[in-house]
């Protein structure tokens, strides 16, 4: 079993900046890749970044060059630090993890930290 809780959300305006934590809790957490998703008001969730617990990420055409996921193992903690932020980035922003690294299957899943990015 693995617990997941995310921290960080809030309001920015437009071109700020915002980090998101997920801390990763269970005795078998570094055996999951993580990733972050979203989902904005009236649309499907979608994939933001994935990371191994051994460095390897990979993150979505929309927000490459602008957000950057990392983890530290010594806390079991995910990060996705936000830069240059847009009104088009606002959603709720779930910690996921699963299996395997590439993959759109996705076993547990945090409670969603909400992201609002204001023109």
């Known amino acids: 079993q693995v617990q997941l809780v995310e921290s960080g959300g809030g309001l920015v305006q437009a071109g700020g900046s915002l980090r998101l934590s997920c801390a990763a809790s269970?005795?078998?957490?570094?055996?999951?890749?993580m990733a972050w998703l979203r989902q904005a008001p009236g649309k499907e969730r979608e994939f933001v970044a994935a990371t191994s617990w051994s460095g390897i990420t990979y993150s979505a055409a929309s927000v490459k060059g602008r957000f950057t996921i990392s983890t530290d193992n010594a806390k079991n903690t995910v990060y996705l630090q936000m830069n240059n932020l847009k009104p088009e980035d606002t959603a709720v922003y779930y910690c996921a993890a699963s299996k395997v690294l590439f993959t759109n299957t996705r076993d547990y899943w945090g409670q969603g930290t909400q992201v609002t990015v204001s023109s």
């Open positions: 269970g005795r078998t957490v570094t055996n999951y890749a």
